[in-house]
């Protein structure tokens, strides 16, 4: 069974209210809190994920990020 396709996904909050302000705090993000996030979808079926409009920021970037 193929998985689902959720096609406007935010795992990214950005601005000076999410706390996500730097460059910091995002690689902080991404290492301490977007797997558990990506997890969640991956345990209700959801297999892909494309960014909603506005993020920026694209898959490599993201692993580049995560693994310094």
Request: charged letters at 20%.
């Amino acid at each position: 069974m193929p998985g689902l396709i959720d096609s406007h996904v935010h795992l990214f909050p950005m601005g000076s209210t999410t706390g996500i302000d730097s460059d910091a705090a995002l690689k902080q993000y991404i290492r301490d809190e977007l797997p558990a996030r990506l997890h969640d979808y991956l345990e209700h079926g959801v297999t892909t994920t494309l960014p909603g409009a506005g993020t920026g920021i694209a898959a490599s970037t993201v692993s580049a990020m995560g693994e310094e």
